[in-house]
């Protein structure tokens, strides 16, 4: 899997050489991830054990103060793009998408993929 660039990071995070590291563990058990205070707290009460992008993408919530949680939308077929809630629509996050991440705002990335066909619920 390609992940984005330390530089492209730093579109985002405060810290991107620690949210590289983060997206960069391993893919069946991120342990690093699971050491950011929280993760485990939040994940303490879920019934399914929760998929490595969720646990990486929760710990790089909490890494940085100017994030709002993790977050999701969902086409009428049933895919999800997980994001990183920054509070605004057009301030850059990072999106997960079929199996990529990506560096963009949720509005640009939405207007992209309605110009793909894709819509959203």
């Known amino acids: 899997m390609r ?4 530089k492209t990071l ?6 991107p050489k620690r949210a590289r590291d983060i997206l960069t563990l391993g893919t069946r058990d991120p342990k ?9 707290e939040h994940f303490s009460d ?3 054990a929760p998929s490595v992008v969720d646990v990486k ?15 999701n ?7 999800h793009a997980e994001y990183l809630n920054s509070g605004d629509t057009y301030t850059t ?11 963009q705002s949720l509005g640009d990335f939405i207007e ?7 819509r959203f619920n």
Do not use: K
């Not at 730093?10 to 810290?15: C, G, R, T």
């Not at 993408?57 to 977050?71: R, S």
């Not at 992209?112 to 894709?118: I, L």
């Open 73 to 79: 939308i969902v086409t009428p077929q049933g895919q």
């Open 112 to 118: 992209t993929m309605e110009r793909q066909n894709v």
């Open 93 to 103: 996050t990072l999106i997960f998408w079929c199996g990529q991440y990506r560096v």
């Open 3 to 6: 992940y984005p660039s330390i």
């Open 32 to 40: 690093g991830a699971r050491s950011v205070p929280g993760v485990n």
């Open 57 to 71: 993408l929760q710990a790089l919530a909490m890494l940085d103060p100017g994030l709002h949680g993790v977050e």
């Open 10 to 15: 730093a579109h985002v995070f405060e810290d």
């Open 46 to 48: 879920c019934y399914h």
